[in-house]
C-alpha cells in the first residue's frame, strides 16, 4: 500500500465549492440536532472576500484531492489571556472520509508555525464541542470562562514557545 502523500498550500477561488463540501460533511458529522446543523451550515461557508480577509490554507491529498481547510486570523485581544497578541484559528474542517489520517494535525501545526513565524505570543481557537480531545491532544489549555454573556464556552488557548 502506497503512503498518502499530503500537502499544504494557500486556499483559491476555484477551492471554495471544495471547501465549503468538506465543511457541510464535517459539521454533519457533529453531536447536534439536525436541524441545528442545517440551519447553522450557511454561516460556516467561506466565500471570496474571506480569502482576502482570512489566511485559508487547503490539505490536499495525492495533489489534487482537498481532503481539509484551515482558516486564521488576528485574534481580537479581548478574547485572549492578559490580551496578548495571538493568531485565531477560525476552524479546522477534515473530510470524514479522511478523518484519522494526520490532516487535521498537519493543518493545526501550520498554525502554529503561523502564529510562531509571525511573532504572536499563542493560538486562539473557539472549538465545536465534539473538537475538545482534538485540541487537548495537541497541547491546548481550556480557557476559563471569565464573562458568561461574553466568553464562549470552547475556547482553547496554546502559547508559542521559540523553538
Same mark, same amino acid.
Given at each position: 500500500?502506497?503512503?498518502?502523500?499530503?500537502?499544504?498550500?494557500?486556499?483559491?477561488?476555484?477551492?471554495?465549492?471544495?471547501?465549503?463540501?468538506? &465543511?457541510?460533511?464535517?459539521?454533519?458529522? @457533529?453531536?447536534?440536532?439536525?436541524?441545528?446543523?442545517?440551519?447553522?451550515?450557511?454561516?460556516?461557508? %467561506?466565500?471570496?472576500?474571506?480569502?482576502?480577509?482570512?489566511?485559508?490554507?487547503?490539505?490536499?491529498?495525492?495533489?489534487? +484531492? &482537498?481532503?481539509?481547510?484551515?482558516? @486564521?486570523?488576528?485574534?481580537?485581544?479581548?478574547?485572549?489571556? +492578559? *490580551?496578548?497578541?495571538?493568531?485565531?484559528?477560525?476552524? &479546522? %474542517?477534515?473530510?470524514?472520509?479522511? %478523518?484519522? +489520517? *494526520?490532516?487535521?494535525?498537519?493543518?493545526?501545526?501550520?498554525?502554529?508555525?503561523?502564529?510562531?513565524?509571525?511573532? %504572536?505570543?499563542?493560538?486562539?481557537?473557539?472549538?465545536?464541542?465534539?473538537?475538545?480531545?482534538?485540541?487537548?491532544?495537541?497541547?491546548?489549555?481550556?480557557?476559563?470562562?471569565?464573562?458568561?454573556?461574553?466568553?464562549?464556552?470552547?475556547?482553547? @488557548?496554546?502559547?508559542?514557545?521559540?523553538?
Amino acid at each position: 500500500m502506497m503512503a498518502t502523500e499530503i500537502a499544504l498550500r494557500q486556499a483559491d477561488t476555484k477551492d471554495l465549492a471544495a471547501i465549503n463540501e468538506i &465543511i457541510d460533511a464535517a459539521i454533519m458529522t @457533529w453531536d447536534l440536532p439536525e436541524r441545528v446543523k442545517r440551519l447553522s451550515l450557511p454561516s460556516y461557508h %467561506y466565500k471570496q472576500h474571506d480569502l482576502e480577509m482570512l489566511e485559508i490554507i487547503v490539505a490536499e491529498k495525492d495533489g489534487q +484531492q &482537498i481532503a481539509g481547510v484551515a482558516a @486564521w486570523e488576528p485574534a481580537n485581544t479581548k478574547d485572549v489571556p +492578559q *490580551g496578548q497578541r495571538a493568531l485565531f484559528l477560525h476552524g &479546522i %474542517y477534515v473530510a470524514p472520509e479522511h %478523518y484519522r +489520517q *494526520g490532516i487535521g494535525s498537519q493543518l493545526l501545526q501550520a498554525a502554529e508555525s503561523t502564529a510562531l513565524n509571525k511573532g %504572536y505570543a499563542g493560538l486562539l481557537v473557539k472549538a465545536q464541542a465534539d473538537a475538545a480531545d482534538f485540541f487537548l491532544a495537541h497541547g491546548m489549555q481550556p480557557l476559563e470562562i471569565e464573562n458568561e454573556k461574553r466568553d464562549y464556552p470552547h475556547r482553547y @488557548w496554546k502559547l508559542m514557545e521559540k523553538r
